[in-house]
């Protein structure tokens, strides 16, 4: 029987100040309780022009190997899924590889497909270890992304930003995931996209929320397929799910669909929302919409909040990313996974951060549009993290 593969250490990364949602309501003249009631977000993170996304995924990484003590030397695949790329051509991997000191025998690239693009890195490197291109090595897979639309707009109160960091090997210590037990699903749709020429996300809201749980049906019912293929039949037995989560409702919303696909009625489906999905949501509804990081966000969430009671269970996960991808995979929690994530402190880089004025938001917002010409600047002293500084001379500066 083959060694089992899967996530052997997990990591968060958020900027160091939040919006706070009621804040952000009374600015806009809305309700507080259609922010966090109505779309389940309590506060959203905002980054600043020196914690950009390859700064942002630095962070998450750099606490992966410092908490999880697993070996650099010995990363073989190194994968960034965005969809807030830094540029046309150079890839956000190829600064994280540098700025951690990575092996230069490594397999370095960027994967975009919205959402979905750390997912696509995660099957990836799960594929590339059963295959034994792996050869022992491990994979590192950094999900970072900035969440922006439009101020004013309805998107407004679903953004956010922040990285999850992933270590995928052969001797996992949080989730075994098998090879060939997923479902995937596909569609060229316009739900949701950003156009070259802008930060902001073009968005068709409802028509979104709409393709998502379109996807869902159809990469579960991918999964079923691929299960009893597989005959595994009995991976449809979950203890928990996690969705992706854009805001906490639509994890809610995707929830009641799935149980409705398998014959149970809306109440039912709240029933069991509060034991098999409301665990996941606690620390996305502190830090927003990360787009591709989003659903580990969860996973986070979940694995922080009851690691030791799910030792040995099963772990449903959702992948979407609008455009549209979407994949539907199950984890299993490995014994001895409830002390180690002690050890990982997942949520604590929610402590201590600053929450923001209105004010401040804006200006940050405003200085966030012309980043990417920005000249270099001096650090702040009390920068002790890897920052983006400016650029000079058409590159790029990070202070590491
Ligand atoms: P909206 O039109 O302003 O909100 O935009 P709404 O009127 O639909 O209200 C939202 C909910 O609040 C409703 O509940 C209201 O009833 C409730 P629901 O019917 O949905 O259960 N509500 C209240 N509740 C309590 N007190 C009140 C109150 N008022 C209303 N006073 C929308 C909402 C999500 C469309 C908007 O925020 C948006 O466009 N967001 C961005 C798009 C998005 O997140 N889509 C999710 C699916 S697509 C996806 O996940 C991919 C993505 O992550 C990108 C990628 O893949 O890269 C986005």
Redesign the pocket.
């Known amino acids: 029987m083959q060694n089992p593969i899967g996530l052997d250490a997990l990591a968060i990364a958020v900027p160091e100040g939040y919006l706070d949602m009621g804040d952000l309501a009374a600015a806009r003249g809305v309700?507080p309780?259609?922010y966090t009631?109505?779309?389940l977000v309590s506060k959203m993170a905002v980054a600043k022009p020196h914690e950009d996304p390859v700064a942002l995924a630095a962070k998450a990484a750099k606490r992966l190997f410092e908490t999880s003590g697993a070996d650099l030397s010995k990363v073989g695949m190194c994968v960034v899924g965005t969809?807030t790329g830094v540029d046309h051509s150079k890839p956000v991997a190829a600064y994280l590889h540098r700025l951690l000191g990575l092996p230069e025998r490594c397999r370095v690239y960027e994967a975009k497909h919205?959402?979905?693009g750390g997912t696509v890195g995660v099957l990836s490197a799960i594929e590339w270890i059963a295959s034994g291109a792996g050869k022992g090595r491990t994979a590192l897979i950094v999900c970072t992304d900035i969440a922006r639309?439009g101020l004013g707009t309805?998107?407004e109160?679903?953004q956010g930003a922040g990285a999850v960091a992933l270590l995928i090997s052969e001797k996992p210590r949080l989730l075994t995931i098998e090879p060939g037990l997923d479902g995937s699903y596909a569609k060229d749709v316009n739900?949701?996209w950003r156009p070259l020429y802008s930060k902001d996300?073009v968005?068709d809201?409802?028509h979104?929320?709409q393709?998502?749980l379109d996807a869902l049906a159809g990469a579960y019912n991918s999964f079923k397929q691929a299960a009893a293929e597989m005959d595994h039949r009995d991976a449809l037995n979950v203890a928990r799910r996690c969705y992706?989560v854009?805001?906490g409702?639509?994890a809610k919303?995707a929830h009641r669909h799935l149980m409705a696909l398998e014959g149970k009625t809306e109440a039912e489906a709240d029933e069991s929302y509060n034991l098999e999905v409301a665990p996941s949501l606690r620390i996305p509804s502190q830090v927003g919409?990360i787009?591709t990081g989003?659903l580990y966000l969860a996973l986070a969430s979940l694995l922080d909040t009851e690691a030791e009671s799910l030792e040995g269970k099963r772990v449903a996960l959702f992948s979407?990313?609008?455009?549209c991808g979407a994949e539907y995979y199950v984890g299993e929690v490995v014994k001895g996974a409830g002390a180690y994530v002690k050890a990982l402190k997942l949520s604590q880089p929610l402590e201590n951060r600053r929450r923001y004025t209105i004010a401040e938001y804006e200006a940050i917002r405003q200085a966030d549009n012309d980043v990417d010409r920005k000249p270099v600047e001096a650090p702040q002293a009390a920068q002790n993290e890897v920052a983006f500084l400016g650029v000079e001379n058409e590159r790029r500066v990070y202070k590491a």
Do not use: I, Q, R
């Open positions: 309700a309780s259609k009631e109505g779309l969809e919205a959402c979905f639309y309805a998107g109160p679903t739900d949701f996300a968005v809201g409802h979104s929320v393709c998502y992706h854009p805001y409702k639509m919303k919409n787009y989003s979407y990313g609008s455009g």
